[in-house]
């Protein structure tokens, strides 16, 4: 199996969890959704997607991305996956109950093979100032940690593993 994985990401834990998935898979690359050249995709057998969520949202590229390529991706071996915060809530984990995969499938109407939401990273230290302090308020207010001088990663690497093991079979 021929596989790429493409991801859109900001402050790199969304390429983190694309190394990890893509392990020791031979055949396989992974590309930043913004070296991504046209008419490309028909040369793998297998996509995964990985994006950030940034305010609320996917990036607008990803949305772009899918819609130029949607014949080619209906007829592949599809995976997407969101990276974002809230799932690291127990009720928010799951790509039934996370808000931004149910908001990307609408938006997207793309129905990939295999579904996954994965929790993130707030890296304060690394934050400019505003984005710093919202940040803090969002985590406040939704019971996260607030503490600015620390990185605080949520990802479950066993969950990222286990996920790596499904795509390798499918
Ligand atoms: C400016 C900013 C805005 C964010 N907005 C959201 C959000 O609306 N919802 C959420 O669940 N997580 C949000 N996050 C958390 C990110 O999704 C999380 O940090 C993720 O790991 C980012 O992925 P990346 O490192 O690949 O860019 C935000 C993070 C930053 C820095």
Known sequence: MNKIFIYSSIDGQTLKICQKLKGKFDNSQIR???NMKEGE???FDQIIIGAAVRYGDHNKKIYDFIK???AILEIKKTVFFSVNATARKEDKNDPLT???I???LKKTNWKPNKINVFAGRINFPEYGFIDK???KLIMWITNGPTDTTKSHEFTNWEM???????IESF
């Open 160 to 166: 990222v593993e286990e996920f790596s093991k499904e």
């Open 41 to 43: 995709l028909k040369n």
């Open 102 to 104: 149910q908001k990307f």
């Open 32 to 34: 930043n959704l913004d």
């Open 133 to 135: 302090y919202i940040i």
């Open 98 to 100: 996370n808000p931004y």
């Open 68 to 70: 130029k390529n949607k």
